[in-house]
RNA sequence: GGCGACGUAGCCAAGUGGUAAGGCAGAGCUCUGCAAAAGCUCCAUUCGGCAGUUCGAAUCUGCCCGUCGCCUCCA
C-alpha cells in the first residue's frame, strides 16, 4: 500500500514518490492579504494540512512552505481608498488570517516566507529571465514573452492561439502579446517600491512564487515533490510559475506533482474578492466550531466542487458532537488516559483502514466513515481495560492525522452560551410552572450556573417523593430557557439547546 | 467559443466493471416515572434521461437534459 495522489501535471493517479527521499518538499500558494480570508481559504489550507499531517505519518520528512504575496495592486489600491498605510491592511488581513488558521487547528508552515522579503532574489530570477530571452522591458514594467516558453498551457492543458483569441489587454500597458505578463511593474508616483536595475517598482504577481520556492526548496533547479493550492490558481498563476521557473532549471519540472484543491460555493455561487459574495472566515469560526469545518470538508473529496450552506455547517457540527460523545464514552470506559496523543503499534485495525482511505488520493470521505464505525467495533471489547485503552488510542491518533485533534474541551460535555436574557425567561417560565416547589426556587443572588442547578435541587425533592408533575414542569421551565436536562444514574446535568 | 468538473435516498456524500459506505434528518425498539442522551434496528431493487458494449454497468461508449467552474484578481 502506498499513497497515490491525482496530480494535475500528467492529469491521472499516480503513486507519491520524493524525488529525494525520505524529503517531502511542499510549496502551497497562500494568502494575498489584500481582502478578509474567507471559507475557500480555510478548505483549501485544511486539506494541505492534512496532506502534510498524513506525509508526516508515513514517516516522510516534510518541509512545508506557504508564501504569503504581502504586495499586490490591490492592497495598494486599499490603501488609496482609505488613506491608510498598504503595510498597515495588509498587517490587519494577515494577522486575521493567522487566527483563523490557528483556531482550524492548521499547523503552522515550516517557511512562510514574504514577498517583499525576497525583493533581490526575485531581481535576480528576472535578470536571468531577460538574460535567456524569456523577459523584456518595456515602458511600465518588464514583462514575461509568453511566445518564448514552449510549453506553456501545458499544465491548464490550453493552447496558446485559443487563449489568444479570448484575451483582453488592459488600457496602459505595453506589453508584445496580450498573454504576456509582468514580472516587475514600474511604479506611479506615491505607490510602494523597490529598487531594480530596470527601476524602482514592485513585483508582479507569480514571480515570488517562482524565486521563493527555488530559493527555498530547490536552490540546484531540480524540482521539488509537490506543489499545492486553489484550482482556480491552475491557470493563470501557476502556469506562470512554471513559465517562469523551468527555463531556467537543470531538470524540470519545477514541481514533480501538482496538486489542487476544489473550489468552495457558497449558496451555490462562487467566492470570490470582487463578488464579495463571502462572509469573512474570522466571522464564519464564530458561528462554528472550528473541528465542525474542518469535519464538514473531510466529507467531500478535496478536489470536488463544494458547495457550502448553513444546513450542511449544522449537520456536520451535529456529527462532531457526536463524534466527540463517542470518544468521551470511551475514555471513560478506557479510565483514561489523558489526552496523550501518540503512533499506536501494530497492527492497528483502525489505523490500517484510514490509512488504505487516505492512500487512495487523499479518500476523507471514506476514512471518516472508518472513524464513525470504530466506537461502535469497540464496545465488543466489553470491559477489557488494556484493550479499551489500546482502541481508544488508536482512534485518538486516526482523529488527530484528519486535525480532528481531541483536547480537553473532548472532555467535557459542550456547553453553549445561554441566552441574553436567560434570567427573565427563567423567572417567567417558574411564574407560569405555578408548582408549589417552583415558587419557591430562589433565584436572587445566584449566577446563571448556580439558578440552574437550585431549580435542579428542587426538581430532584419533587422527583424523591414521586412528584411527577412538579419534576416536569420544572424541566420543561428550563427547556422553556433553552436548557436541556439530562437524568443519569450519576445524577442529572444540564446542556444548552442547539 | 475553447477547456474542465459535476448530476447517487428528504439533505450532504463515498463508490469508476461484480451487484449501492458513511453522516444529517426521519421511523421503531431498549433504557427511563416520563423524557433526554446513548445503544440496537429500519430507511435507494437503484445511481439525470435514452440508446449501446458486456455473462454482468452508478461505473465503459454515444447522444441528450441540467448545474457549476476556468479562460480577468482569486484558495
Not at 504576456?180 to 529598487?195: I, M, Q, R, V, Y
Not at 536552490?219 to 493563470?236: N, S
Not at 476544489?262 to 469573512?280: A, I, Q, T, V
Not at 457550502?308 to 470518544?327: D, G, P
Amino acid at each position: 500500500m502506498s499513497l497515490k495522489l491525482y496530480n494535475t501535471r500528467t492529469r491521472s493517479v499516480e503513486a507519491f514518490a520524493p524525488l529525494d527521499p525520505p524529503r517531502v518538499r511542499i510549496y502551497v500558494c497562500g494568502l494575498t492579504p489584500s481582502a478578509q480570508a474567507h471559507l475557500g481559504h480555510a478548505r483549501s489550507f485544511l486539506f494541505f494540512d492534512l496532506l502534510r499531517r498524513y506525509l508526516i505519518h508515513l514517516g516522510f520528512a516534510v518541509t512545508y512552505v506557504q508564501n504569503v504575496t504581502d504586495i499586490d495592486d490591490r492592497s495598494i489600491e486599499a490603501a488609496i481608498a482609505t488613506g491608510t498605510d498598504w503595510r498597515a491592511i495588509v498587517q490587519s488581513y494577515y494577522v486575521s488570517f493567522k487566527t483563523s488558521m490557528k483556531r482550524l487547528g492548521v499547523r503552522e508552515p515550516d517557511r512562510e516566507p514574504f514577498a517583499t522579503q525576497f525583493v533581490p532574489q526575485i531581481c535576480a530570477t528576472i535578470a536571468r529571465l531577460i538574460e535567456g530571452g524569456y523577459a523584456y522591458v518595456a515602458r511600465d514594467g518588464v514583462y514575461y514573452d509568453v511566445r518564448r516558453f514552449d510549453g506553456y498551457g501545458r499544465l491548464s492543458n490550453r493552447k496558446l492561439d485559443e487563449l489568444e483569441a479570448g484575451a483582453r489587454v488592459e488600457v496602459g500597458e505595453f506589453k508584445r502579446d496580450p498573454l504576456d505578463f509582468a514580472l516587475w511593474k514600474f511604479a506611479k508616483p506615491g505607490e510602494p517600491s523597490w529598487p531594480s536595475p530596470w527601476g524602482d517598482g514592485r513585483p508582479g504577481w507569480h514571480i515570488e512564487c517562482s524565486s521563493m520556492s527555488h530559493e527555498i526548496l530547490d536552490p540546484e533547479g531540480r524540482g521539488f515533490d509537490i506543489h499545492g493550492g486553489g484550482a482556480d490558481l491552475i491557470f493563470p498563476h501557476h502556469e506562470n510559475e512554471i513559465a517562469q521557473s523551468e527555463p531556467l532549471m537543470a531538470h524540470p519540472p519545477m514541481a514533480n506533482v501538482w496538486v489542487h484543491g476544489g473550489l468552495l460555493l457558497f449558496d451555490s455561487r462562487k467566492m470570490s474578492k470582487s463578488l464579495g459574495n463571502f462572509e469573512p472566515l474570522a466571522d464564519l469560526l464564530d458561528r462554528y466550531d472550528p473541528q465542525a469545518v474542518r469535519l464538514l470538508f473531510l466529507q467531500t473529496g478535496y478536489s470536488k466542487v463544494m458547495n457550502f450552506t448553513e444546513e450542511s455547517a449544522a449537520a456536520a457540527n451535529t456529527a462532531l458532537r457526536r463524534l466527540q460523545a463517542s470518544w468521551r464514552k470511551m475514555h471513560a470506559a478506557a479510565g483514561g488516559p489523558p489526552l496523550a496523543i501518540g503512533k499506536p503499534p501494530a497492527p492497528a485495525a483502525l489505523l490500517e483502514r484510514v490509512e488504505r482511505a487516505l492512500d487512495d488520493n487523499m479518500n476523507t470521505s471514506l476514512a471518516l466513515s472508518e472513524l464513525y464505525a470504530w466506537p461502535v467495533d469497540s464496545a465488543a471489547l466489553g470491559r477489557d481495560r488494556a484493550a479499551l485503552q489500546a482502541a481508544l488510542g488508536e482512534f485518538s491518533y486516526a482523529l488527530d492525522l484528519l486535525g480532528l485533534t481531541p483536547d480537553s474541551s473532548w472532555l467535557e460535555e459542550p456547553r453553549a452560551e445561554l441566552p441574553a436574557d436567560f434570567f427573565d425567561r427563567l423567572r417567567i417560565a417558574l411564574r407560569a410552572a405555578q408548582g408549589d416547589a417552583a415558587a419557591r426556587v430562589e433565584l436572587d443572588g445566584a449566577d446563571a450556573e448556580e439558578a440552574i442547578a437550585r431549580v435542579i435541587a428542587a426538581r430532584m425533592q419533587a422527583r424523591a417523593t414521586k412528584n411527577w408533575a412538579e419534576s416536569d414542569r420544572l424541566r420543561d421551565a428550563l427547556a422553556r430557557c433553552g436548557v436541556v436536562l439530562e437524568d443519569s444514574k450519576e445524577g442529572t446535568t444540564w446542556t444548552i439547546a442547539v
